[in-house]
């Protein structure tokens, strides 16, 4: 580890999602989307936010690379309590700051995304064919 420390730049992004973060502190442990007001003519509670994880420009109009009935964990309903990918690519400031360091820092090798939640050790998907 020190040798990593030493040798290498390091960028920590503590906090992508505050204001998901606060609501699930304060009001509802479970809540992994961000406060994104509800969609017009939504009211539930559910409605508000975008799963940030999945807003991200990476194969986000999932139904154009893969069949619509496969068993991929995103939703372009705004009412989907986990995996709304909201109503654009990179639509939510959240997102926004973790592309700007991407595109700040084009030189970066490696990303590890830390979640609270699971004691699960996740892998990207493939996007190639190898």
């Known amino acids: 580890i020190k040798h990593v420390v030493e040798s290498k730049d390091l960028f920590v992004f503590p906090q992508a999602n505050p204001d998901g973060r606060h609501y699930s502190m304060s009001t509802e442990s479970m809540w ?13 509670p559910q409605c508000c936010g975008v799963d940030i994880n999945r807003n991200y420009n990476f194969l986000w109009n999932f139904p154009q690379y893969f069949d619509p009935e496969s068993p991929i964990a995103n ?22 700051n973790a592309v700007w360091m991407f595109d700040t820092y084009p030189n970066i090798r490696y990303f590890v995304d830390l979640h609270s939640y ?11 064919e190898n």
């Open 32 to 44: 992994r989307k961000n406060r994104r007001p509800a969609p017009p003519g939504h009211v539930k």
């Open 75 to 96: 939703s372009t309903d705004p009412c989907d309590y986990e995996v709304y990918i909201g109503p654009a690519a990179e639509s939510e400031p959240e997102t926004k």
């Open 118 to 128: 699971s004691e699960d050790i996740l892998y990207n998907w493939g996007d190639d």
